[in-house]
């Protein structure tokens, strides 16, 4: 696939190259990342090798259905973060329905986000998956936040860049919603103050 560099909309041309089983260089609502088709696993295997580890990457979905191969169900805590900070940039710990190479942690759980970006969210609709997204460095080096830095990274190996403007230096907050009681494994955009009111007792 010949490597080529896009704007994020319009999406289809985007979409293509997921469809296609591409790696892409991709903005999200946060910072820029390395993304691949969730179950293409050429793709996830690519990106694991050119980042230099294979630590799990999260997934980026529009639509709750389109877990349903890798989760048995949904918290019900999602209901009360839904339409309220959720889609946002809160990254959710769901435990996962079976091992997945590169997508389950340790503990059999799955990182899961629904953005808040109208193109990211065009883009995901296009799509009968989810996609994984993770920072687009090599291990041990900052993360790319332009085109030009993530092709100095990686001369090779990304099949499209997409390139959207600058992004906040926060990740996602990332919670973890498989305990009895949520707990903050990752801090990020959204505070604990933010979140307690619709995560009870959060940790």
Known sequence: MERESLPLTPP??????????G???LPTDTLYGLSAGAFHGDAL????TLKGRSSPFLLLCDDREKLSPLISALPSA???LWDRVVPGPLTLLIPSRRPLPLLTGPEGKIAVRWPNHQPLKELLSLLPFPIVSTSANPHGLP???SVR???AYFPEGI?????DGPRGALPSTMVDLSLPVPRIVRPGSLS???????LPGLL
Request: net charge negative; hydrophobic share 50%; proline share 8%.
């Open 45 to 48: 295997h690519r990106i694991a």
């Open 159 to 163: 099949d499209l860049f997409v390139e």
């Open 149 to 151: 830095e993530a092709a």
């Open 23 to 25: 790696v892409v260089f």
């Open 78 to 80: 999602l209901d009360r």
């Open 143 to 145: 993360p790319a936040g």
């Open 192 to 198: 604990r103050e933010e979140l307690l009111p619709f």
């Open 12 to 21: 289809e041309p985007i979409a293509e190259v997921f469809r296609q089983g």
